[in-house]
Nanobody
Framework: QVRLLESGGGLVQAGGSLRLSCAAS????????MAWYRQALGKQRELVAA???????NYADSVKGRFTISRDNAKNTVYLQMNSLKPEDTAVYYC?????????WGQGTQVTVSS
């Protein structure tokens, strides 16, 4: 059973920064990809940033240059560094891991950016 536990969300003013963490139960080496998604109230869940096992990254246009996804293999943890936050970044952020045909999700962490 794969468990993903997010942390680091909270309330921040526009222009501020937050770092989200996603700790996996066990090695993250087995995952083809790890990613962060977000879902704002009344909207569909969308991909924010993805990191492949080979190290390639992919970002939503809306966060390019502001957000950075990274991983610490020794800690089995993936991070999302979020800078220059905007009110439109307000959402529940979910960690995702892909292993073959299986998708795993964390419980989500709320990020609220005030104007």
């Amino acid at each position: 059973q794969v468990r993903l536990l997010e942390s680091g969300g909270g309330l921040v003013q526009a222009g501020g920064s937050l770092r989200l963490s996603c700790a996996a139960s066990g090695s993250i080496f087995r995952f083809n990809q790890m990613a962060w998604y977000r879902q704002a109230l009344g909207k569909q869940r969308e991909l924010v940033a993805a990191l492949s096992s080979g190290g390639s990254t992919n970002y939503a246009d809306s966060v390019k240059g502001r957000f950075t996804i990274s991983r610490d293999n020794a800690k089995n943890t993936v991070y999302l560094q979020m800078n220059s936050l905007k009110p439109e970044d307000t959402a529940v952020y979910y960690c995702n891991a892909v292993e073959g045909v299986y998708y795993y999700w964390g419980q989500g962490t709320q990020v609220t950016v005030s104007s």
